[in-house]
């Protein structure tokens, strides 16, 4: 796929407002990605961020058992140890020129594993009877189904019952959120008989998680921005929006903010899928499904499933002629978000069950996975529906992404340069995450909190650092070591030339 890339000026300050700009920032040994710009100062020449789309691999699941059909979906996907955990709704949804039913059966909500991440299996759980059977993979009927977004709670005060927690409902089968808890990730009860959250739309994935940088509960969920939801006729108004909130339990919500953007549109959001990414978790990732009605047109009656389309028009018009797709955003403080304002995946070349309402619903949340390439690096699936709302079943296909490869700073062989406001890190050696061509190169400037280079860490001292790889070390002559540097605040000069450099991190040596 494409990558898709945003030009700033030749030097600009991007301080997030969140970050007092004066003081240097303590990062540790942490990662640090360039999905936001929070830590950049400038960017100089020929650099630019440049956002990188996910590569298209095969299908992971088709949902076409029994208790599952056209409108499974709202995944949640995460590494459980050995395992991978795949959560989904089952349902099957039939569209006529009346409307739309639930067809053959109500919502269930299911669990599939992996033990690679690629291939899945729906295992025997005996848990709810479907058409006179248990021989199911179906953990949840009832209330909660429409939506049921799980996750292993990572609170070190948890207790043992409650090591998996989920959100789920809506508002018309349950008044709200319910909160669920479970020892196993398989056996769930909820938390309290009433909802949790009850302010909001949540006819969307609504999710949350244990946020270690703030040491509570995030939530994360759909309302309506310039509307209200009526909770009689729950007829929305306004403009598809997500809103977040923040708990010490997982009962008692508050601090209740709609999500601000950097420099981004207004836009339709339908899911968000923000969790702190696996690798980094002081950043929030978000994928959510951007929404958009289009209407009829002559490029619309050319996109695939022209028949389908036009009978889940006459249902209503938005069935046949809105769009889907997945965009990018990251945070550090969860509300004030960094939105692409691209396609982070796009439809991608036209084939049946593709262009349409549903397709592009990315999963919660992107996951760590081999790679097919013998010898290469781990690298990051991300999963999203496809081919809904007619025939017998729709689909969940896996994408692949270079691990931190969300965003880069990129540079042509004329050469461009980023430096960082001050930091301080505790590491004892600088990593880097980076591709070149094999005439490109990559140099690190260490600065000191005013911008003059270090005496031993200059351009000009820097050994060049060319290749592909995830976690390469950086050198410079006379064996200078950034230990001496080791709290104190510096500043990063990255050089480039014909380079990507996707994310950076002080590490201890072994």
């Known amino acids: 796929m494409k990558n898709f890339a945003v030009t700033f000026v030749a030097t600009f300050l991007v301080i997030a407002p969140y970050i007092e700009a004066q003081d240097p920032v303590d990062i540790g040994t942490r990662r640090e990605l360039f999905i936001e710009s929070a830590l950049v100062e400038k960017i100089e020449g020929g650099a630019q961020f440049r956002m990188h789309s996910p590569v298209i691999q095969d299908l992971a699941m088709v949902h076409d058992a029994p208790w599952e059909g056209t409108s499974s979906g709202y995944h949640t996907i995460f590494r459980d140890g050995d395992i991978y955990r795949l959560y989904y709704r089952g349902l099957h949804i039939e569209v006529t020129e009346k409307g739309i039913s639930l067809g053959k059966h109500e919502p269930f909500y299911c669990m599939a594993e992996s033990r690679d991440g690629i291939t899945w299996t729906r295992p025997e759980l005996g848990l709810v009877e479907f058409d006179g059977s248990k021989k199911n993979n179906i953990i949840l009927s009832g209330p909660g189904t429409h939506n049921f977004a799980p996750f292993k709670d990572n609170n070190p005060d948890c207790p043992p019952e409650s090591r998996y927690k989920a959100l789920g409902g809506g508002q018309k089968e349950s008044g709200g959120l319910l909160a669920f808890q479970s020892p196993d990730g398989v056996n769930w009860t909820r938390l309290q008989e009433n909802p949790v959250i009850t302010v909001g739309a949540f006819d969307s994935q609504n999710l949350a998680f244990w946020d270690e940088t703030i040491g509570k509960y995030r939530a994360y969920y759909r309302v309506f921005s310039k509307g209200v939801t009526d909770a009689e006729t729950w007829k929305p108004a306004g403009v ?3 809103r977040t909130a ?10 209740d903010a709609d999500l601000i953007y950097e420099d981004s549109p207004e836009m339709e959001l339908y899911t968000n899928q923000v969790h702190p990414y696996v690798r980094a978790p002081h950043l929030l990732i978000g994928l959510p499904t951007l929404y958009i009605e289009r209407g009829w047109s002559p490029s619309m009656r050319a996109l695939p499933d022209k028949k ?12 046949g002629t809105a769009l889907t797709e997945v965009q990018l955003m990251a945070s550090r403080d969860g509300v004030h978000f960094k939105r692409w304002n691209e396609a982070f995946i796009r439809p991608g070349i036209e084939r049946p069950g593709t262009w349409q309402y549903g397709h592009l619903f990315a999963s919660d949340h992107a996951v760590v996975t081999k790679s097919a390439l013998p010898g290469a690096s781990d690298e990051l699936s991300i999963y999203a529906s496809e081919s809904g709302w007619h025939g017998d079943s729709n689909a969940l296909r896996r994408y692949t992404l270079r691990l931190d490869g969300f965003v880069s700073v990129n540079a042509p062989m004329k050469g461009g340069e980023l430096t960082t406001r001050a930091v301080i890190f505790s590491g004892e050696e600088l990593e880097l995450n980076f591709s070149t061509s094999a005439a490109g190169s990559l140099q690190v ?23 592909d790889s995830t976690a390469r070390t950086v050198s410079w002559k006379n064996d200078a070591s950034v230990k001496s540097l080791i709290g104190k605040p510096v500043r990063l000069r990255f050089l480039l030339k014909d380079a990507d450099l996707y994310s950076y991190r002080f590490v201890n040596t072994p």
Do not use: P
């Not at 923040?246 to 601090?255: G, P, Q, V, Y």
């Not at 889940?312 to 069935?319: C, M, P, S, V």
């Not at 200059?458 to 060319?466: G, L, R, Y």
């Open 246 to 255: 923040t708990s010490d339990d997982f009962i008692s919500w508050k601090n």
């Open 240 to 242: 598809r929006a997500i």
């Open 445 to 467: 400037e260490i600065q000191d909190k005013d911008g003059k280079a270090i005496d031993g860490f200059a351009i000009e001292d820097c050994h060049e650092v060319f290749g």
């Open 308 to 319: 389908d389309r036009e009978a889940r028009a006459n249902a209503h018009l938005r069935y």
